[in-house]
């Protein structure tokens, strides 16, 4: 049994905060919930505060949440508007630091290094994802001064550079669905391939798959190269242009599923795209959507392009696969044209 703060579940968030100003909070158990209560294990007793016996699970991945590395060190305020989650990619933390945190940033860089003896680099954000190569440029503020890296994912290696390539480990999930649904003998083309990790996992869950990856930036297009020779595939090949001169071309109607990761613009590549998917193959649509409606305009999008050729889409399956702002969400469409 661990000694726990006993609060109503309303009052949860701001509860914790003030636990972890006053040093209280023990951040080495997950808290637990019932319908009327969470319980956050305590170091010890203070007044104020409602308490009780409770059995609760040791933290196991991680020390330290950053949060919690940081109390004491940050005032509350600044704790306030500290970013607390980061990717990992690879040896590189990114993470976000906001304006009036920026005299801090070394402080939360070594709280980070700290808690993750894997991370060599800690880079900041310093613009959100733009341009044709869509990539988010960072800057290293602690650790090894370079932005190249070896993320892993399930079994496959990707070598990649932040700030020349795009790359996302948040797609990690729509990765193994996307490969997960390939069968033996079937042909993939995963226009807008980046560094090589749709193309990649796709050609090493499903061996006898044939896949085809487009990059139109040269850097990513290296990396997807030499990310093949990594992987031994012998089963994908990377084509370095761009989708809008080469497709449809000699591709036409050649593949039974085609993978579009570019939610920004994507729909303005589906003259070209559809073409090449045979009669009856799976188109998986990534678009962004607002949060209220958030499929509307990604299935009109596709209905509409598919009509505009004298074929039917009908849908297969949607999710959600990421919030991406306040009003925004990444979705997939999957998609089969009739
Ligand atoms: C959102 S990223 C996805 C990359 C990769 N599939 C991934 O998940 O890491 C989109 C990629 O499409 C590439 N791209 C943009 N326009 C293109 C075009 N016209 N032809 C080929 N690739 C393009 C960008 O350079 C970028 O690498």
Do not use: W
């Not at 906001?98 to 900041?124: C, E, Y």
């Not at 079937?186 to 896949?211: C, D, S, T």
Request: contains cysteine; positive net charge; glycine residues 8%.
């Amino acid at each position: 049994m661990v000694l726990c703060a006993q609060v109503e579940r309303h009052k949860a968030e701001a509860v914790r905060r003030r636990l972890l100003d006053k040093g209280m909070l023990d951040g080495s158990y997950v808290p637990a919930r019932d319908e009327e209560f969470v319980y956050f294990a305590v170091k010890k007793r203070a007044a104020g505060f409602d308490f009780a016996q409770k059995k609760l699970k040791k933290r196991q991945e991680y020390g330290k949440s950053l949060e919690e590395e940081l109390a004491g060190k940050l005032t509350a305020s600044e704790l306030g508007e500290l970013v607390k989650s980061f990717d990992m990619i690879g040896d590189i933390a990114v993470v976000e630091i906001p304006a009036p945190l920026a005299k801090k940033q070394r402080l939360i860089a070594s709280a980070i290094m700290k808690n993750h003896r894997n991370i060599r680099t800690v880079a900041k954000k310093t613009g959100g994802t733009s341009g044709e190569f869509r990539i988010r440029p960072v800057r290293v503020i602690a650790g090894a001064r370079r932005t190249r890296t070896i993320y892993r994912e399930a079994g496959c290696e990707f070598e990649l550079d932040l700030n020349k390539t795009y790359f996302s480990p948040r797609l990690g999930t729509e990765r193994t669905r996307i490969a997960s649904l390939v069968k033996p003998g079937e042909k993939v083309l995963v226009p807008f391939a980046g560094a090589g990790p749709f193309a990649i996992r796709i050609a090493k869950m499903q061996a006898k798959a044939n896949v085809v990856g487009i990059e139109l930036n040269p850097a990513a297009a290296k990396y997807f190269k030499s990310n093949i020779k990594r992987n031994r595939c012998r089963n994908v090949s990377a084509v370095k242009g761009d989708v809008a001169r080469l497709l449809p071309g000699k591709l036409q109607g050649k593949f039974d599923r085609i993978a579009m990761p570019l939610p920004k613009d994507g729909i303005h590549f589906l003259k070209n795209v559809l073409p090449c998917l045979k009669k009856g193959g799976v188109l998986h649509y990534y678009a962004f959507g607002s949060a209220v409606e958030p499929f509307a305009e990604a299935e009109m999008q596709v209905m509409d392009a598919a009509l505009d050729r004298g074929r039917h889409a009908h849908l297969l399956f949607r999710r959600i696969v990421r919030p991406y702002s306040k009003t925004t969400v990444q979705v997939v469409i999957d998609t089969k044209i009739a």
